[in-house]
């Protein structure tokens, strides 16, 4: 064997082993040489390629900017370098970086490879906007929840001494009227701040193992009559449906919720669709959807074949208070309601849509290991709300505690009060006779309501307490209210709620 025949056989063996392809491309666009990783990279053998165009062997090619670039290269005799999206003859796809060089013959191309680094940037791109995303919506419901906090207060003395004065006015008062619509727009505010405690995930639950398919068919009666006529309800519920862990009432109020929004977008009439289903979610999925833990859980889909939204309206979907809706047509809480429950629940929403076809939300409910207990029935006696026990009320706010002090003296009972810790534990100290309930909020300058409690009852073991909040925020969990059975009263306070309340408690001290 010649130096020369010796020579051309060694480049053509390290050409054919190299793991960048390289591909040599005639003046007519015909495969004059192809090494292995060519064939590999192109789903094409050798024989297939060489000999023929590039236009019978990738039909349209000459249509791709890949195309293009390889025509100047031929024109101008210049090396040039791309990216390229190629699309395989069985419809996938791959990312190649491709080096254009003059050869005497046309055109080598040398490309490597780059499918897997572009999709681990789409995906770290991806997992980025979603924790941006996440972050974004987690500081709205912080400022949302310590908002509806501080509003409760408020509402708690609007409300309160609405009740206050109507019961003062005479039958027929002109004022009657008045003060009921500022009673009336007091309870529409409380409702708002309810919603957004949802939001904030600061909304205390009453958590049973129970069957999504079981709930929605207790709403389905409701939803039609929402939807109305002009919309037709398919209920699709998974054979054997799994259990959850979950508030009822707020499960149905993610229904309701959605199915209301769903109405919305088909002002012409269209179908909703909402169907559940066991499923896993495997290692895959939770790489691509940020806070998703593998494992097992209920799909809850809702479908319609509404106007569908574009991707800025889709990223901004669950924040409080955004709506694509006309002034005065709703409050833009619906979905962020939706959103805060869902999480709140330990599980994960997924929105799908496009202009002109539709919306599709999927939740994703974690699977829950108990057994529902299905409880008997138990027809309740009506609960009186005077009483003459003595009752400590501490509170920091002091219009929050006026307006309790005064609610509890005008149904008889003797109150103490105290704008904070210190304060009610010298009163404990100083006062001899029994307190039978303390009524505190939870968070307290310095020593919280909790560790007050734990005090006082050490000394007073047969003085019942009812913890009393605006929010349900970390340090509400931290001292362990909601983890338990204690008694609790959501603000805002008001005159029904707060002396039905303290009478349950303390007739359930006696039984």
């Not at 005639?26 to 990783?37: A, I, P």
Request: proline share 3%; glycine share 8%.
């Amino acid at each position: 064997m010649s130096r020369e025949s010796l020579g051309d056989s060694v480049a053509r063996d390290v050409l054919d082993n190299l793991l960048e392809g390289c591909q040599v491309v005639g003046r007519d666009y015909r495969y004059l040489y192809v090494n292995d990783s060519i064939a590999k990279q192109g789903q094409r053998s050798r024989e297939e390629l060489l000999g023929r165009t590039m236009m019978a062997c990738y039909p349209g090619i000459e249509a791709t900017e890949m195309f293009g670039v390889l025509q100047r290269c031929m024109a101008d005799r210049t090396h040039h370098r791309m990216e390229n999206e190629f699309t395989f003859p069985d419809g996938s796809k791959g990312w190649f970086e491709l080096r254009f060089m003059p050869v005497p013959q046309g055109v080598c191309i040398l490309s490597l490879d780059i499918s897997e680094q572009k999709r681990a940037a789409a995906d770290l791109a991806r997992t980025e906007e979603q924790l941006r995303q996440a972050q974004k919506l987690e500081a709205i419901g912080r400022l949302a929840g310590g908002i509806a906090h501080d509003f409760n207060n408020v509402l708690s003395v609007i409300l309160s001494y609405s009740d206050f004065i109507r019961e003062a006015l005479k039958l027929g008062d002109p004022l009657k009227d008045d003060i009921d619509q500022i009673h009336a727009a007091g309870l529409r505010a409380a409702d708002m701040t309810r919603q957004l405690l949802v939001f904030s995930r600061q909304q205390a639950r009453q958590l049973k193992v129970l069957n999504v398919n079981e709930v929605l068919a207790g709403t389905e009666k409701i939803l039609r009559r929402l939807l109305g006529a002009d919309v037709s309800l398919t209920m699709l519920p998974a054979n054997h449906g799994w259990s959850v862990k979950a508030d009822a009432s707020q499960i149905e109020q993610v229904v309701l919720n959605l199915a209301a929004n769903a109405r919305d977008a088909m002002p012409r009439g269209g179908k909703l669709t909402i169907e559940t289903k066991n499923v896993e979610l495997d290692r895959e999925y939770a790489r691509l959807h940020h806070e998703v833990v593998p494992g097992q859980y209920v799909m809850m889909g809702v479908t319609d074949t509404g106007i569908g939204m574009d991707k800025e309206t889709q990223a901004r979907v669950f924040e409080p208070f955004f709506t694509t809706k006309e002034t005065g047509k709703g409050t833009g809480l619906g979905l962020a309601t939706v959103f805060g429950i869902v999480k709140q629940s330990g599980g994960h929403i997924w929105l799908y849509s496009e202009l002109g076809k539709g919306t599709t939300f999927k939740i994703y409910l974690p699977r829950a290991t108990e057994v529902p207990i299905v409880r008997p029935s138990v027809t309740l006696s009506p609960i009186a709300t005077h009483g003459n026990e003595t009752l400590l009320v501490v509170e920091d706010d002091e219009h929050v505690r006026a307006v309790a002090v005064g609610i509890l003296r005008r149904h008889g009972y003797r109150v103490l009060e105290a704008p904070n810790a210190g304060e009610a534990l010298m009163i404990g100290e100083e006062h001899s006779a029994t307190i039978h309930l303390l009524l505190t909020d939870v968070v307290l300058p310095r020593v919280s309501g909790r560790q007050l409690a734990e005090r006082l009852v050490s000394t007073r073991p047969e003085m019942k307490v009812l913890y009393m909040s605006g929010y349900t925020d970390d340090a509400v969990l931290q001292h362990g209210i909601l983890e338990s059975n204690v008694a609790y009263l959501q603000k805002p306070i008001t005159r029904d709620a707060l002396t039905r309340k303290v009478r349950e408690v303390l007739d359930s001290a006696r039984g």
